[in-house]
């Protein structure tokens, strides 16, 4: 922006007289009118009317700014004339609804999505987070299922990859069944996905990587927006200080639990949480300081039997179990520029617990770490790049579980306590890895070998993992990446307790290997086209009967197709299909989905109004059938006898999601309400098999199969 | 949403583990070195034909029960050749409850009934139709409408007749008895027999020890007493199935079948009904 230029020319004209001028903002693609554009001259602010129209009382060539969200902000000058036409450019980053966008500096698959991407995406209730299911090479599971907001990344279970925020490993990544996302979405600036064959700089996870980072805008006041659904409500807070000092806050709680209690199965219904902190300090740019806290929590209270099978005596001595998933997080964060040299860090303290309360008895897992991470990148030259660092995790871990009888009907919150455990396990670590990458330029070709390493106390193991990607730009629409390369995890405090785990288990390594190939026709239709493989060894695999057994290996492989198709920027559409299989021990993996696709299309045919259609089907996902029942005799119970493992699979999955959203502008705040729909066909809505108390019958229960919800969103 | 969610959650089977319906065990037991099994036969407080039972333990057949801790379990099999599987595991602590009386009082078309057991213990209450709503440990409250429900809040009140009720009684500890206690909603007439009704062709006047035959009838016990006579203390009757004895709850309980009961003259003790 021509700012010093339109300085000066306000200093010439600044003696002139003022005269009334009209005009109207257009938007420069529709044609149509900006209704609510802010015109700002001085201290002073007008807003457009219903036809983009305004009119001013001005000295011809005082600099006058436009600006409205979705549109790059202009400044003018006054005109001489007295109708003054101006015509604003969208901002396609902004409007753009994608579900997915492929970043250019890696050599590998990797998929990003940012925030104001995806939120009007139909389907994610204003949460990009959300979308990970959407990404290519992760499995779909369908909504409130058991397995819903489950993370399967190419072949991994979803233990075995690493969520990040900001560079610190999340406990968990969605609040209640996969309802939202762990930390409010006005927070959110990015969020990658490294499916598989990443760069060295990653490490600890034998699958993908999922990393969000948060946003470090600047704003040029004070901003907030404050947002309402049906289940939940949240704000947040941005506050410029001075011209180095940012103040950042959100917080959000849901709701449901003051209006609805004491329903058939819940006495208290789930509740959750999440907070967000920050004081960031910026001295310069490319240099930056950030003081910070988060964290979020989840409750419930429930029956633990089946409260519709009980009456009476039984239904008043039907425990009740509490279950309580809570972290928090405080930390300092940093990047500082030396030179060439760019180096990010974070150092954090993290408490976290997640428990389940019977009258009788009680479990728990409580775990304090420390974590500390920098990571530093030298440039040279133009032809070689070096990126190293180390990640150190320091934890104390307290598991714990009391109980005198095996709970099998908790089994979902309480593992130990579904066993029968009695175990006070108390065990400290120190986990290290460290990494060098070399990125190196030859032409058209990028080369970057990697060497990581790691170290952990509890194994006593070490792991040197070589990795070697490519990536070749045929031309300026084409570009071929290869990558290979071995990746390394150590198992859970968990799974290698005496008692609960496998003391044998080691680290698991996964030797990985993929191909991928992206072309862009005419600027505005990409095609991209991706194979990989895993070959796995020294997995941790929980059986049915919830044990732990280490030493697993596994094998996965899959393509995936993916296409985006832009019309300017008011239509998007697109579309992506994956294929593959994955197997542990030459059974069928948990996740395994042979198909899966994604279709999606969102249309802005108006400044102030947008709609979106997105489209799911997949292969259902494997189970294991239950093909008898064993009576207990000492319980009065049943309990199942099952088939082998993953035998069976689910119906097919599909799902619609629309999207429609209006947004008003006043003076002060900008106003966007909005309405979505779920719908899933009967034919395809299975959540899971329901069986008989003998298990001699099963039916499946479906899924809240039409979903409309209804929101508010107000921002400054 | 998530209301939505626990609504998906309702079980959607109509027979519950409190009814008696197809074939099916439905209690384990060690009475001291005695390893006994409770079989509901599906055709009702009766089995046409005994059903066959086998106890292993550590993968090897068994007769009788060692001393605690262990694990039995039992294949029980009927004559059409349907199965289960029952697991048996009996711990040091377990001490086998012992019901020292029951009560059993009718009302219309319904009956509060319970067992008098001695220790710690929790009864499972199973019924051939209606519907329990446990009142205590060892307590209930029988109706012989279904329960209301959302989806039924007028369920069908039911036909007047009797119906075969089991009190399972369990202390946690692998230490299990169970008691017959029939209730019957309509005027019979019936012999009580200890917590079994038995029908009779012809009321008794009193209680006291009869001589009677067994003749297979459609009736829920699968058959009626007749030729009741009043017994004299010589008397003993056949024993049946190897039973001494004659034992109206192993007909029920599957250890004696009406194959072999059919027609014996046995001796019988018990009170008019109603």
């Known amino acids: 922006m021509a700012l010093i230029p339109l300085l000066a020319l306000q200093a010439l004209v600044s003696a002139a007289a003022a005269a009334p001028i009209e005009g109207r903002v257009f938007d420069e693609g529709t044609g149509l009118g900006v209704i609510g554009a802010e015109v700002v001259y001085g201290d002073t602010t007008v807003l457009t009317d219903k036809k983009g129209s305004f009119a001013l009382d001005l000295p011809v060539g005082t600099p006058v700014t436009f600006r409205t969200p979705g549109f790059i902000e202009a400044t003018f000058a006054v005109p001489a004339a007295d109708d003054w036409r101006i015509r604003l450019q969208r901002d396609v980053g902004e409007l753009e609804v994608v579900v997915e966008a492929r970043r250019d500096d890696p050599v590998v698959s990797v998929t990003s999505l940012d925030r104001e991407r995806v939120e009007r995406t139909p389907g994610t209730f204003e949460d990009p987070v959300r979308l990970v299911q959407a990404l290519p090479g992760v499995s779909i599971t369908p909504e409130y299922s058991p397995k819903a907001g489950d993370v399967s990344i190419r072949g991994a279970a979803p233990g075995e990859n690493r969520f990040l925020l900001d560079g610190i490993d999340l406990p968990y990544l969605f609040h209640f069944n996969g309802y939202s996302s762990v930390f409010h979405t006005r927070m959110l600036d990015e969020l990658t996905l490294w499916p598989s064959t990443y760069g060295a700089n990653w490490g600890g996870a034998t699958g993908g990587i999922i990393e969000t980072k948060s946003r470090w805008d600047r704003p040029d006041g004070v901003r907030g927006s404050v947002n309402l659904n049906l289940v939940m409500g949240g704000a947040e807070l941005r506050v410029p200080i001075g011209d180095k000092v940012v103040l950042r806050a959100s917080g959000r709680r849901s709701y449901l639990d003051a209006f609805s209690r004491d329903d058939e199965q819940y006495t208290v219904f789930p509740k959750f949480w999440d907070y967000f902190a920050r004081a960031e300090y910026t001295p310069a740019e490319g240099r930056r300081w950030g003081v910070f806290a988060f964290g979020a929590g989840d409750a419930y209270t429930r029956y633990s039997g089946e409260p519709t099978e009980l009456v009476g005596w039984e239904q008043e001595t039907n425990p009740l179990l509490d279950y309580d998933q809570r972290y928090h997080v405080a930390g300092v964060v940093h990047r500082e520029r030396f030179g060439r040299t760019v180096t990010d860090g974070v150092l954090a303290y993290v408490d976290s617990s997640v428990s389940g309360t019977l009258p009788t008895a009680a479990e728990a897992t409580h775990e304090r770490s420390v974590q500390l991470r920098e990571d530093l990148v030298s440039a040279p030259n133009e032809v070689v790049s070096f990126a190293y660092g180390a990640e150190i995790e320091g934890s104390d871990t307290r598991i714990s579980s009391q109980t005198e009888q095996a709970w099998p009907e908790v089994a979902r919150e309480a593992s130990m306590l579904a066993r029968g455990l009695n175990v006070d396990v108390h065990t400290a670590r120190l986990t290290a890895g460290a990494y060098v990458e070399g990125r190196i330029e030859l032409g058209p070709v990028r080369i970057v070998p990697g060497l990581r390493g790691g170290y952990d106390t509890l194994t006593g193991t070490p792991t040197v993992d070589p990795r070697l990607l490519a990536r070749w730009t045929i031309g300026p629409d084409t570009r071929l990446r290869v990558g290979a390369g071995q990746y390394s995890q150590y198992p859970t405090v968990v799974q290698v307790s005496p008692t609960i785990g496998d003391p044998t288990a080691g680290p698991a390594h996964a030797q990985q290997i993929a191909v991928g190939f992206d072309h862009a026709i005419a600027g505005r239709w990409e095609v991209g086209v991706d194979g990989w493989a895993k070959r796995m060894d020294g997995l941790v695999l929980t059986e049915l009967d919830g044990s732990v057994r280490g030493g697993v290996t596994g094998t996965a492989w899959g393509a995936e197709l993916t296409s985006r198709y832009r019309i300017r920027d008011r239509f998007f559409a697109s579309a992506g299909f994956s294929f593959g299989h994955a197997t542990r021990d030459g059974e069928t993996f948990d996740y395994d989905q042979p198909w899966a696709g994604n279709l999606a299309a969102s249309w802005t045919f108006h400044p102030t109004w947008n709609v979106g259609l997105r489209y799911r089907v997949a292969a259902g996902l494997p189970y294991t059938p239950v093909e008898d029942g064993l009576y207990l005799a000492a319980s009065d119970t049943y309990t199942p006898v099952y088939g082998a493992r993953n035998s069976a699979r689910y119906a097919a999955y599909q799902k619609v999601d629309a999207h429609i959203e209006k947004t008003f502008h006043t003076r002060l705040v900008q106003v966007t309400a909005y309405a979505e729909l779920w719908w899933v066909p009967p034919v395809s809505n299975v959540m899971y098999l329901a069986y008989r108390y003998d298990y001699d019958e099963s039916a499946p229960v479906a899924g809240p199969g039409f979903i409309p919800l209804v929101g508010i969103r107000a921002e400054r | ?274």
């Open chain 2, 1 to 274: 949403m998530l209301l939505l969610l626990t609504l998906a959650c309702s079980p959607p089977f109509d027979e519950t583990r409190k009814d008696l319906e197809g074939f099916r065990l439905v209690g384990m037991a060690a009475e001291g070195a005695t390893l006994r099994a409770l079989v509901w036969s599906g055709e009702g407080a009766f089995h046409s034909v005994a059903p066959t039972v086998e106890w292993m333990i550590d993968g090897e057949p068994v007769t009788a029960a060692p001393a605690a801790p262990f694990t039995a379990r039992v294949r029980v099999e009927s004559a059409a050749g349907e199965f289960e599987e029952g697991e048996l595991v009996v711990s040091e602590a377990a001490a086998a409850p012992v019901v020292t009386g029951f009560t059993r009082e009718m009302a219309e078309n319904a009956a509060a009934v319970s067992v008098t057991v001695e220790g710690d213990t929790t009864t499972r209450w199973k019924s051939s139709r209606g519907a329990f709503t446990e009142t205590g440990p060892n307590a209930a409250d029988w109706t012989q409408a279904e329960l209301p429900t959302e989806d039924e809040p007028d369920p069908d009140p039911g036909a007047p007749g009797p119906a075969a009720l089991i009190a399972l009684t369990l202390d946690g500890h692998g230490g299990n008895t169970w008691a017959w206690i029939d209730v019957a909603t309509d005027s019979g007439p019936y012999l009580a027999v200890d917590g079994r009704l038995l029908p009779v062709d012809t009321a008794v006047p009193a209680e006291g020890s009869y001589l009677a035959t067994i003749t297979p009838a459609d009736t829920l016990a699968g058959l009626v007493l007749t030729d009741l006579v009043p017994a004299e203390d010589t008397d003993t009757g056949e024993l049946l199935c190897g039973l001494d004895p004659f034992d109206a709850d192993a007909l029920a309980d599957g250890r004696c079948g009406l194959d072999e009961a059919s027609g014996a003259r046995v001796l019988v003790t018990g009170a008019p009904w109603p």
